[in-house]
């Protein structure tokens, strides 16, 4: 496990050296003392790697051992205490399929782990769907040996099913593996996007009702092939309101909350003509270059892209894949997106040192003390930054 500073050096105490073969890494900062620690899921054999940011096991209870394999760890402050908790799926096509809740000494929370039916080989994101304070978790599954049937559940914070049989069957066959969370049509509950080897996106609401006017076509009806790589929610055009960003076989994707292109600009181009290039294409938003609006980032096989939209300033709600920079799969209300980026390389300088609040010292996310801000120190500069209102 590698972790640099912005210059391309090691961190201090880095690299670490994991068995097995790691899958997503999450950095948060578990236990709010402002040093970030990193998250790895891992196979072969099945282990859940908790760093902390000098890259030695963050407490004796780590790495904890599990049975098939650690999927796309997210965290969340679960029983509202201030620290976050670790969620992960263990699981393998037809075997039992358990999702676990673990407070950052090993502990399992309360009434946790959780059975779910199907392979959980989503990401597991995280959000108060409801307004209510208390964060929900939505995951989604595949059976296998069952016609690729994919299934997507909404669990509460105490690991039961958010209301009575909340378990809706997506009406197209695959491997359901990305997800994000965002209020589309500005009710203040949150939707839940659910795409992955299949031609469309799904949106839900918190009740299991299909969205109007979803799901969104994608790719090509009757194509052999559907990879879908993950959504972002993000104001792209300054109108105001939230769009969905999609990479797909046939390049970016671009819809309207009621699931309707954006006109001129889905799809957008793709910058790679390698062969099967576009089966590789994630996306990321976010205004790196603090114009106000907002730039497309995607990564194409070996070449990365970006594409930049002008415009007034525009709302970020889901920044990519996995939620966010710190790959933790939780939402965080629509925010003016001050370019977390500036601050995640040095926040020290540039524009975007203003939006700190004035009683944060931003030196208390530097984890390692180095003077900047890295990988490792993200998570807990996250927590200091105020949006600008």
């Known amino acids: 496990m590698h972790v640099f500073n912005h210059d391309g050096t090691y961190v201090t105490g880095w690299p670490a050296i994991l068995e097995g073969f790691a899958f997503n890494t ?162 203040g509950g949150l939707e839940i996007l659910i795409t992955g080897t299949m031609p469309q996106v799904f949106a839900l609401d918190r009740f299991g009702n299909f969205t109007p006017g979803w799901p969104a076509i994608v790719s090509p009806l009757g194509s052999n092939f559907y990879n879908n790589r993950g959504h972002s929610i993000a104001d792209v055009d300054g109108d105001g309101l939230p769009e969905v960003v999609v990479g797909t076989v046939v390049g970016i994707r671009v819809f309207n909350r009621d699931a309707t292109p954006v006109p001129g600009a889905s799809p957008l181009p793709v910058i790679d003509d390698h062969t099967n290039a576009k089966l590789q294409l994630t996306v990321t938003v976010a205004d790196v270059d603090l114009d106000g609006d907002v730039e497309i980032f995607s990564g194409i096989w070996r070449t990365p892209g970006a594409l930049d939209f002008t415009g007034p300033e525009c709302s970020v709600q889901w920044e990519r894949s996995s939620g966010d920079l710190g790959n933790t799969g939780r939402y965080v209300p629509p925010r003016i997106d001050a370019s977390e980026w500036v601050l995640f390389n040095n926040c020290f300088t540039g524009p975007a040192a203003v939006f700190l609040p004035p009683e944060c010292d931003c030196r208390d996310a530097d984890a390692d003390s180095d003077a900047d801000i890295d990988l490792a120190d993200f998570a807990a500069l996250q927590r200091a930054f105020t949006p600008r209102p």
């Not at 098939?68 to 096509?93: F, K, N, R």
């Not at 358990?98 to 039916?117: E, F, Q, R, S, T």
Request: aromatic content about 10%; proline content about 7%; overall charge negative.
């Open 26 to 187: 999450v950095v948060a900062d578990l236990d709010g003392d402002g040093r970030s620690e990193v998250i790895v899921g891992a196979h072969s054999p099945a282990r859940l790697h908790v760093l902390g940011a000098d890259g030695t096991p963050f407490s004796g209870a780590w790495p904890r051992e599990f049975e098939h394999g650690v999927w796309s760890p997210a965290t969340a402050d679960l029983d509202g205490d201030g620290d976050l908790e670790i969620l992960a799926s263990d699981g393998l096509l037809d075997e039992p399929n358990l999702i676990y809740a673990m407070h950052h000494d090993g502990v399992d929370v309360n009434g946790w782990p959780v059975w779910i039916p199907g392979f959980p080989n989503s990401r597991l994101v995280v959000g108060d769907v409801d307004g209510d304070g208390s964060p929900e978790i939505a995951c989604a599954t595949f059976e296998f040996f069952n016609g690729m049937q994919a299934w997507v559940y909404l669990l509460n914070s105490q690991g039961q099913t958010y209301s009575k049989d909340w378990s809706v069957p997506l009406p197209t066959a695959g491997d359901p593996w990305a997800m994000a969370m965002g209020d589309l049509d500005g009710d």
